[in-house]
C-alpha cells in the first residue's frame, strides 16, 4: 500500500512538471521564435523580388546656337531596372498559430544603363559637337526616364507582391504549421 502511494505521488508530481513546463515553454516559445526568425531575415539583407528591362528613345537637345554648336539628335537606349527591400527592415511577430512579417513596401533599387546600351542618333549639323558632356546628360535623362517608366508600369506592385511570396516561403521551414502574413508598412 505505501508503494502505491508513492507510485502516485511520482505520477502526480511528474504530471505537474510537465504541465508546469509546457505552460512555461508555451508561454516564451512564440517570443524567442520571432526573435530567431527576424534574424534569419535580417541575414538577407537586400531583396530583389522584381526586375525590368526597358528600351526607351527620346528627343535631346545640347547648345543654343543653331549651326555653331546646337545639337539635336535622338537617344535610344536599354535600362535594367531592380526593385525590391531591405529585408533588415522587417518586423517579425510570432503567436502560436502565425508569424507575421511587416515589410516595407518595393523601392527602385538601382538602374542599370550600360554605355553600349545607350545610342545616339544625329538629326541636325552643327560645327561643334557636345561630345562627352552631351553622353553624360543623356544618360542622366535616361536614368529619370526609366524611373519615371518604372513606377507607373506597375513594376512595384509585382515587386511587392513577389515580396510576399519569397519572405513566406524563406520562413515557412522555420514556422513550422502556423500561418505566415506578410503585411507592408
Not at 537586400?46 to 549651326?67: A, H, M, N
Request: glycine share 4%; aromatic share 10%; proline share 2%.
Amino acid at each position: 500500500m505505501k508503494k502505491a502511494k508513492v507510485i502516485a505521488a511520482v505520477i502526480v508530481l511528474v504530471f505537474f512538471v510537465s504541465a508546469g513546463m509546457f505552460y512555461y515553454f508555451k508561454q516564451i516559445r512564440p517570443a524567442s521564435d520571432a526573435a530567431t526568425l527576424q534574424s534569419k531575415l535580417k541575414n538577407t539583407s537586400e531583396l530583389t523580388t522584381q526586375e525590368l528591362i526597358y528600351q526607351g528613345v527620346f528627343r535631346d537637345e545640347t547648345g543654343s546656337i543653331p549651326f555653331i554648336n546646337k545639337d539635336k539628335f535622338l537617344v535610344k537606349y536599354k535600362a535594367t531596372v531592380r526593385a525590391g527591400f531591405n529585408v533588415s527592415d522587417a518586423k517579425v511577430t510570432a503567436t502560436d498559430d502565425t508569424v507575421t512579417v511587416t515589410i516595407p513596401h518595393a523601392k527602385i533599387q538601382s538602374v542599370n544603363i550600360q554605355a553600349d546600351d545607350i545610342k545616339f542618333y544625329d538629326t541636325n549639323f552643327s560645327i561643334f559637337d557636345g561630345g562627352k558632356q552631351a553622353a553624360i546628360e543623356a544618360e542622366k535623362k535616361a536614368e529619370k526616364n526609366t524611373k519615371k517608366y518604372a513606377s507607373k508600369s506597375g513594376l512595384l506592385d509585382a515587386a511587392d507582391a513577389n515580396g510576399s511570396k519569397v519572405i513566406k516561403a524563406f520562413l515557412s521551414d522555420a514556422a513550422g504549421e502556423r500561418d505566415i502574413i506578410v503585411k507592408f508598412k
